[in-house]
T-cell receptor, first 112, second 112 residues
Protein backbone atom coordinates (compact mmCIF):
# COMPACT_ATOMS: atom_id res chain seq x y z
CA UNK A 1 0.00 0.00 0.00
CA UNK A 2 1.76 3.09 -1.27
CA UNK A 3 0.80 6.00 0.94
CA UNK A 4 2.82 8.56 -1.00
CA UNK A 5 2.55 8.62 -4.78
CA UNK A 6 4.33 10.50 -7.48
CA UNK A 7 2.43 9.56 -10.58
CA UNK A 8 4.72 11.20 -13.09
CA UNK A 9 7.94 9.23 -13.41
CA UNK A 10 9.53 11.91 -15.57
CA UNK A 11 9.18 15.52 -16.64
CA UNK A 12 11.04 17.65 -19.19
CA UNK A 13 11.06 21.44 -19.01
CA UNK A 14 12.86 24.17 -20.93
CA UNK A 15 15.45 26.20 -19.06
CA UNK A 16 13.91 29.33 -17.57
CA UNK A 17 10.40 27.90 -17.45
CA UNK A 18 8.52 26.62 -14.41
CA UNK A 19 8.82 23.00 -13.29
CA UNK A 20 5.89 21.58 -11.34
CA UNK A 21 6.31 18.26 -9.59
CA UNK A 22 3.31 16.64 -7.97
CA UNK A 23 2.78 14.31 -5.06
CA UNK A 24 -0.34 12.73 -3.60
CA UNK A 25 -0.77 11.02 -0.26
CA UNK A 26 -3.47 8.90 1.29
CA UNK A 27 -2.75 9.00 5.02
CA UNK A 28 -4.57 11.92 6.66
CA UNK A 29 -2.33 11.55 9.73
CA UNK A 30 0.69 12.89 7.84
CA UNK A 31 1.52 16.33 9.18
CA UNK A 32 4.92 17.14 7.72
CA UNK A 33 6.17 16.86 4.17
CA UNK A 34 9.53 17.20 2.52
CA UNK A 35 11.05 17.23 -0.93
CA UNK A 36 14.40 15.66 -1.63
CA UNK A 37 16.59 15.94 -4.68
CA UNK A 38 18.80 13.11 -5.85
CA UNK A 39 21.63 13.09 -8.35
CA UNK A 40 22.94 9.80 -9.80
CA UNK A 41 25.21 7.81 -7.48
CA UNK A 42 24.45 10.14 -4.58
CA UNK A 43 22.05 9.99 -1.67
CA UNK A 44 18.94 12.17 -1.63
CA UNK A 45 19.49 15.68 -0.24
CA UNK A 46 16.90 17.73 1.59
CA UNK A 47 15.38 20.54 -0.47
CA UNK A 48 12.35 22.06 1.23
CA UNK A 49 9.67 21.13 3.74
CA UNK A 50 6.18 22.16 4.78
CA UNK A 51 4.12 21.62 7.88
CA UNK A 52 0.45 20.75 7.61
CA UNK A 53 -0.44 24.00 9.33
CA UNK A 54 0.77 25.89 6.28
CA UNK A 55 -0.28 25.81 2.66
CA UNK A 56 2.85 27.30 1.15
CA UNK A 57 6.55 27.49 1.87
CA UNK A 58 9.06 29.30 -0.27
CA UNK A 59 12.85 29.12 -0.44
CA UNK A 60 14.47 30.97 -3.28
CA UNK A 61 13.45 29.38 -6.58
CA UNK A 62 11.63 26.55 -4.79
CA UNK A 63 8.07 26.72 -3.49
CA UNK A 64 6.06 23.89 -2.03
CA UNK A 65 2.27 24.05 -1.95
CA UNK A 66 0.09 21.86 0.24
CA UNK A 67 -3.59 21.19 -0.36
CA UNK A 68 -4.71 19.17 2.65
CA UNK A 69 -8.26 18.64 1.48
CA UNK A 70 -6.99 17.10 -1.76
CA UNK A 71 -4.08 15.37 0.00
CA UNK A 72 -1.81 16.84 -2.61
CA UNK A 73 1.43 18.73 -2.60
CA UNK A 74 3.48 20.20 -5.36
CA UNK A 75 6.96 21.58 -5.81
CA UNK A 76 7.42 24.57 -8.10
CA UNK A 77 10.84 25.47 -9.41
CA UNK A 78 11.09 28.80 -11.17
CA UNK A 79 13.09 29.56 -13.17
CA UNK A 80 14.27 26.02 -13.91
CA UNK A 81 17.98 25.57 -14.50
CA UNK A 82 19.92 22.68 -16.09
CA UNK A 83 21.49 21.96 -12.68
CA UNK A 84 18.01 21.17 -11.38
CA UNK A 85 17.99 18.02 -13.50
CA UNK A 86 17.69 15.23 -10.94
CA UNK A 87 15.18 12.84 -9.38
CA UNK A 88 12.84 14.51 -6.91
CA UNK A 89 11.25 12.55 -4.07
CA UNK A 90 8.45 13.72 -1.87
CA UNK A 91 8.22 12.29 1.62
CA UNK A 92 5.67 12.47 4.41
CA UNK A 93 5.63 11.75 8.10
CA UNK A 94 3.44 11.86 11.15
CA UNK A 95 5.11 13.67 14.05
CA UNK A 96 6.46 11.28 16.65
CA UNK A 97 6.68 8.26 14.36
CA UNK A 98 10.32 8.85 13.43
CA UNK A 99 9.82 7.68 9.88
CA UNK A 100 9.25 9.21 6.51
CA UNK A 101 7.36 7.49 3.73
CA UNK A 102 8.77 8.27 0.32
CA UNK A 103 7.22 8.45 -3.10
CA UNK A 104 8.89 6.74 -6.04
CA UNK A 105 10.36 9.91 -7.44
CA UNK A 106 10.02 12.06 -10.56
CA UNK A 107 12.97 12.50 -12.87
CA UNK A 108 13.21 16.13 -13.94
CA UNK A 109 15.18 17.06 -17.01
CA UNK A 110 15.76 20.75 -17.66
CA UNK A 111 16.67 21.35 -21.27
CA UNK A 112 19.16 24.09 -22.10
CA UNK B 1 34.02 16.01 5.62
CA UNK B 2 31.36 13.45 4.77
CA UNK B 3 28.36 13.72 7.09
CA UNK B 4 26.95 10.22 6.53
CA UNK B 5 29.34 7.72 5.02
CA UNK B 6 28.60 4.20 3.88
CA UNK B 7 30.98 1.45 2.90
CA UNK B 8 31.30 -0.20 0.53
CA UNK B 9 29.81 1.85 -2.30
CA UNK B 10 29.44 -1.21 -4.50
CA UNK B 11 29.11 -4.84 -3.47
CA UNK B 12 28.79 -7.80 -5.84
CA UNK B 13 28.38 -11.17 -4.22
CA UNK B 14 27.00 -14.62 -4.84
CA UNK B 15 23.71 -16.00 -3.59
CA UNK B 16 23.99 -17.59 -0.18
CA UNK B 17 26.85 -15.40 1.02
CA UNK B 18 26.76 -13.22 4.14
CA UNK B 19 27.74 -9.57 3.82
CA UNK B 20 27.80 -6.39 5.88
CA UNK B 21 27.35 -2.73 5.02
CA UNK B 22 28.68 -0.10 7.39
CA UNK B 23 27.38 3.38 8.11
CA UNK B 24 28.83 6.19 10.17
CA UNK B 25 27.59 9.73 10.78
CA UNK B 26 29.57 12.62 12.25
CA UNK B 27 26.60 14.96 12.71
CA UNK B 28 25.88 14.06 16.32
CA UNK B 29 22.41 12.87 15.32
CA UNK B 30 20.50 10.58 17.64
CA UNK B 31 18.57 8.58 15.06
CA UNK B 32 19.84 6.47 12.18
CA UNK B 33 18.05 4.54 9.46
CA UNK B 34 18.44 1.97 6.74
CA UNK B 35 16.36 2.43 3.60
CA UNK B 36 16.20 0.12 0.58
CA UNK B 37 15.65 1.44 -2.93
CA UNK B 38 14.52 -1.41 -5.13
CA UNK B 39 14.36 -1.74 -8.91
CA UNK B 40 11.11 0.24 -8.96
CA UNK B 41 12.97 3.12 -7.28
CA UNK B 42 10.76 2.83 -4.22
CA UNK B 43 12.63 4.08 -1.11
CA UNK B 44 11.40 1.88 1.70
CA UNK B 45 12.35 2.10 5.37
CA UNK B 46 13.85 -1.03 6.90
CA UNK B 47 15.16 -0.14 10.36
CA UNK B 48 15.74 2.78 12.66
CA UNK B 49 17.83 3.15 15.78
CA UNK B 50 17.64 5.94 18.32
CA UNK B 51 20.66 6.14 20.62
CA UNK B 52 21.52 2.51 19.93
CA UNK B 53 17.97 1.35 20.56
CA UNK B 54 15.87 -0.23 17.81
CA UNK B 55 12.74 1.86 17.31
CA UNK B 56 11.54 0.86 13.85
CA UNK B 57 11.64 -2.62 12.40
CA UNK B 58 9.55 -2.87 9.29
CA UNK B 59 8.57 -6.16 7.74
CA UNK B 60 12.05 -7.24 6.80
CA UNK B 61 13.27 -10.87 6.58
CA UNK B 62 15.23 -11.86 9.66
CA UNK B 63 18.21 -12.51 7.39
CA UNK B 64 18.73 -8.75 7.79
CA UNK B 65 20.16 -7.77 11.15
CA UNK B 66 21.06 -4.19 12.04
CA UNK B 67 23.63 -3.44 14.71
CA UNK B 68 24.34 -0.11 16.36
CA UNK B 69 27.51 -0.23 18.50
CA UNK B 70 27.09 3.47 19.30
CA UNK B 71 24.84 6.28 18.15
CA UNK B 72 27.24 7.28 15.38
CA UNK B 73 27.24 3.87 13.70
CA UNK B 74 24.57 1.65 12.24
CA UNK B 75 25.65 -1.44 10.36
CA UNK B 76 23.55 -3.84 8.34
CA UNK B 77 24.38 -7.52 8.16
CA UNK B 78 22.65 -9.73 5.62
CA UNK B 79 22.77 -13.51 5.83
CA UNK B 80 22.14 -15.99 3.03
CA UNK B 81 21.85 -13.35 0.32
CA UNK B 82 19.15 -13.83 -2.30
CA UNK B 83 18.75 -12.40 -5.80
CA UNK B 84 15.87 -10.22 -4.57
CA UNK B 85 18.18 -8.48 -2.12
CA UNK B 86 19.81 -6.68 -5.04
CA UNK B 87 19.08 -3.00 -4.48
CA UNK B 88 20.64 0.25 -3.36
CA UNK B 89 20.76 0.55 0.42
CA UNK B 90 20.82 4.02 1.93
CA UNK B 91 21.81 4.92 5.43
CA UNK B 92 20.41 8.14 6.88
CA UNK B 93 20.46 10.07 10.12
CA UNK B 94 18.39 12.78 11.72
CA UNK B 95 18.36 14.95 14.80
CA UNK B 96 14.87 13.66 15.50
CA UNK B 97 11.40 15.09 15.42
CA UNK B 98 10.36 16.13 11.94
CA UNK B 99 13.84 17.19 10.82
CA UNK B 100 14.72 15.82 7.43
CA UNK B 101 17.24 13.09 6.95
CA UNK B 102 20.82 13.37 5.88
CA UNK B 103 21.48 10.45 3.58
CA UNK B 104 24.63 8.58 2.75
CA UNK B 105 25.50 8.09 -0.91
CA UNK B 106 24.20 4.53 -0.97
CA UNK B 107 25.56 1.01 -1.35
CA UNK B 108 24.64 -0.76 -4.56
CA UNK B 109 24.33 -4.45 -3.72
CA UNK B 110 24.20 -6.92 -6.59
CA UNK B 111 23.56 -10.57 -5.83
CA UNK B 112 24.46 -12.96 -8.65
Amino acid sequence: DQQVKQNSPSLSVQEGRISILNCDYTNSMFDYFLWYKKYPAEGPTFLISISSIKDKNEDGRFTVFLNKSAKHLSLHIVPSQPGDSAVYFCAATTSGTYKYIFGTGTRLKVLA
Amino acid sequence: DTAVSQTPKYLVTQMGNDKSIKCEQNLGHDTMYWYKQDSKKFLKIMFSYNNKELIINETVPNRFSPKSPDKAHLNLHINSLELGDSAVYFCASTEGGVDGYTFGSGTRLTVV
